[in-house]
């Protein structure tokens, strides 16, 4: 676990930047792979995974500021823009992403639910590499077990400078380890004949349940109503719309097939 790996002509090369910058690759290039066996423009899904990076980048450090820890924010106005030091919300990423990326299809005149359903493998594997940078950088990291299991952060990353050296649950990686289940699944699921918009909606909601669940055990986020934290309530209103979603496209193909 290390925050800095190494320095580069004088200036730090932080291991959450990098591991950020990996994952959005493997992301891509997972991507790039199923654009290809299903015939796609590999040049314009590139154009538009780029623009969805930006999107989202911008996205994940606006709701982090505003939903998670407004209040350091609002006293460090100028940290809003160290990104390095991380900060960054998958779901604000996830929000920022689809929308700049609704705008780019728009243009191109591309279905939305094919196109998304396309993606939906590689931003869940980004996103659990993503999560190897949360837990080198000693953030979103866990509450303290009460026990000798868990993870005991180093001094200089912000898990140690909350709790000091309890064993904290280790909520990043086990959301990591989640997202790679998840992976599993969709790429099970891609071999099936199914409604478009299916694997996005369950790559979508199968996340957010899991992040739901995990936020329980987290100890860096400031909670709300019922004790629950901004990301409780993200996705339990996704799983919602999402589990809604899914019903209506299978209805939808059950009445078109019985008329049929």
């Not at 004790?227 to 996704?238: D, F, I, K």
Request: aromatic share 16%; hydrophobic share 50%; net charge positive.
């Amino acid at each position: 676990m290390r925050v800095i790996l190494f320095e580069f002509l004088g200036f730090p090369v932080r291991s959450y930047g990098l591991v950020v910058a990996l994952a959005i690759l493997i992301g891509i290039g997972v991507t790039l792979y199923f654009a290809k066996q299903a015939g796609k423009d590999r040049e314009q899904i590139l154009n538009l995974s780029l623009y969805s990076v930006i999107g989202g980048l911008i996205g994940a450090r606006l709701w982090e500021v505003l939903f998670f820890q407004p209040g350091y924010y609002l006293q460090n106005p100028v940290d809003i823009f160290a990104v390095w030091k991380g900060g960054m919300s998958i779901q604000g990423g996830l929000v920022g992403g689809v929308a700049t990326a609704i705008w780019y299809m728009r243009r191109l005149k591309w279905s939305f639910w094919e196109t998304a359903d396309l993606f939906a493998p590689g931003m869940i594997l980004g996103q659990a590499v993503g999560r190897v940078a949360c837990f080198l950088n000693g953030d979103a990291y866990g509450s303290p077990t009460g026990s000798s299991f868990g993870i005991v952060y180093p001094p200089g990353t912000s898990a140690y400078a909350e709790y000091g050296a309890q064993p904290l649950w280790p909520a990043e990686v086990w959301e990591g380890q989640w997202n790679l289940i998840v992976f599993a699944l969709l790429l099970i699921l891609k071999n099936r004949p199914l409604p478009q918009g299916t694997l996005f909606l369950s790559y979508v909601s199968l996340y957010s349940a899991g992040r739901f669940a995990l936020e329980f055990l987290r100890g860096d986020t400031p909670q709300y109503l019922f004790g629950w934290t901004a990301a409780q309530w993200t996705s339990l209103a996704v799983v919602i719309v999402t589990g809604i979603l899914l019903l209506v496209t299978r209805k939808g193909v059950k009445n078109h097939e019985a008329t049929a």
